[in-house]
């Protein structure tokens, strides 16, 4: 056997046993058993620790395996021959809710999710060229949401908005400006800035009719008078020119069927001297330029698994999510924006925050 051929081999197995990880992960996840773990406060047997999460012993113990043979959990035997299994404290960030943004272990949900609304989907498309239908994602767009929402809750307005320009957005939207957001959902980011500044108003757009319907009741349960939805394709042919000083899209410009149509009516949108910002993912355009990216295998599985498919409906583009700095630059400039910035986004290693001026 070659060094290269042994090599692989070994590479073989850390994969067959990293992505069986990753699936058991995200059940352990969802089913609490990581805030479990982290609530024992010392080395625990099995049956205490389903006690604590509320499971199936038999269940929590098969799964246990699969955590001490990953390394995720560690286990000793005490005295009477008794298995305890403890959490290191030093990942509790990184597994826990409590976590906030150190938290990578919601994202163990996500390719399991997609596999169970899209695997059928793409396999038929790896054949047929077609694109797949938003109606094939709901748990993963209410996953998506959740993320998202507590996102926005935790740092929209505390930190991304005072990185806008140097603060300089925070004023403006202290003194009053009109913003929208583009593909809002249900429209927790609007709301959030909605109340945090009373003296502008804010429209969100979206293609989901349900998702709008949701955000009205919330919005008029919490009696905001200055926020609206409209139920708008963002690349259609119908939009109102200058309408608003500031416009945002939060990670779905690259889900667009017709994203440079998208991006040349928020360009036509904005007001003389009004700003977009572009929130997307942070990577390179081509595939050699994201070799290095710590996160480039789970993005493009999104991407194959998602945002390609849904973005090649109806003819359409099918950027998908790996686009990259340099193709949305360009499309931007193209779009109409005299001036383009990239900027880093605090706390948030995923984004890039594409700043655009008219």
Same mark, same amino acid.
């Given at each position: ?52 999460? &509320?499971?199936?012993? +038999?269940? !929590?113990? #098969?799964?246990?395996? /699969?955590?001490?043979? $990953?390394?995720?959990?560690? =286990? ?90 140097? &603060?300089?957005?925070? +004023?403006? !939207?202290? #003194?009053?400006?009109? /913003?929208?957001?583009? $593909?809002?959902?249900?429209? =927790? ?106 996160? $480039? ?62």
């Amino acid at each position: 056997m070659s060094n290269k051929t042994e090599i692989f081999s070994k590479k073989m197995c850390d994969i067959l046993n990293y992505g069986a990880l990753n699936l058991a992960m995200g059940i352990g996840y969802e089913s609490g058993l990581f805030e479990a773990l982290s609530g024992m406060g010392a080395p625990a047997c099995c049956a205490d620790i389903a006690a604590e999460a &509320g499971v199936s012993e +038999r269940y !929590l113990r #098969e799964w246990l395996g /699969v955590m001490v043979c $990953g390394e995720i959990v560690e =286990v000793r035997v005490d005295k009477q021959g008794q298995e305890l299994f403890e959490l290191p404290g030093e990942y509790v960030s990184f597994l826990c809710r409590s976590g906030g943004n150190s938290n990578l272990g919601v994202y163990t949900q996500e390719i399991p999710l997609l596999t169970d609304c899209a695997r059928e989907g793409v396999l038929e498309g790896m054949q047929s060229g077609a694109g797949i239908s938003y109606e094939r994602y709901p748990k993963f767009y209410s996953f998506m949401e959740q993320l998202a929402d507590a996102k926005h809750r935790d740092v929209l307005v505390q930190t991304f908005l005072p990185s806008v320009m140097d &603060g300089e957005m925070v +004023r403006r !939207l202290e #003194e009053g400006i009109s /913003v929208c957001d583009i $593909g809002c959902a249900e429209g =927790v980011a609007l709301e959030v800035m909605a109340q945090a500044f009373p003296n502008s108003q804010f429209t969100g757009t979206d293609i989901s009719e349900e998702s709008l319907n949701n955000a009205r009741k919330r919005v008029a349960e919490l009696g905001l008078n200055n926020l609206s939805f409209q139920l708008q394709d963002a690349a259609g042919d119908k939009v109102e020119p200058q309408q608003f000083d500031y416009i945002t899209a939060f990670d779905s410009i690259h889900d667009q069927t017709r994203p440079f149509e998208a991006l040349r009516n928020i360009h036509k949108m904005l007001r003389s001297g009004g700003v977009f910002s572009m929130i997307d993912i942070k990577a390179g355009s081509s595939v050699s330029e994201n070799i290095e990216h710590p996160m $480039g295998s789970f993005l493009y599985t999104v991407s194959l698994m998602h945002c390609m498919p849904v973005g090649l409906m109806g003819g359409g583009t099918g950027l998908g999510m790996m686009w990259g700095r340099e193709k949305a630059v360009s499309m931007c400039y193209d779009a109409g924006f005299s001036r383009v910035e990239v900027n880093d986004i605090p706390e948030d290693g995923f984004n890039s925050h594409y700043l655009c001026f008219k």
